[in-house]
């Protein structure tokens, strides 16, 4: 079971951090994603984060200000938002595989219930 927390309400330009807190499993040996869901939209990639040496791959759309990292002892993958635009406002998952995966979210075996960030000007 995943539970990403730590959305809210920021300004333009602002940051908040998100975390990835997984019960049940473990982030390992696992892929941790990262998505989002605008109003409208459809859902989309994000990021995602392994800690096998295979590095973390962002989406164009937030690469150099959003930053993946995650917390071995804790179980806990989090999602840095800095120079936050106001289309970064969407519910944002976090989402595990077993597997190694980029960007399709049919991949990824478990999620989390999803955290509103708002960002305002």
């Known amino acids: 079971q995943l539970q990403a927390s730590g959305g809210g309400l920021a300004q333009a330009g602002g940051s908040l951090r998100l975390s990835c807190a997984a019960s049940g499993l473990t982030f390992s040996d696992n892929t941790v994603g990262w998505f989002r869901q605008a109003p409208g939209k459809e859902r989309e990639f994000v990021g995602r984060f392994r800690r096998d040496g295979r590095g973390t791959r962002y989406a164009d759309s937030v690469r150099g200000r959003f930053t993946i990292s995650g917390d071995n002892a804790e179980n806990m993958v989090y999602l840095q938002m800095n120079g936050l635009k106001l289309e970064d406002t969407a519910i944002y998952y976090c989402?595990?595989?077993?597997?190694?995966?980029?960007?399709?979210?049919?991949?990824?075996?478990?999620w989390g219930q999803g955290t509103q960030v708002t960002v305002s000007s």
């Open positions: 989402a595990t595989s077993i597997r190694f995966v980029n960007d399709d979210a049919s991949q990824y075996d478990y």
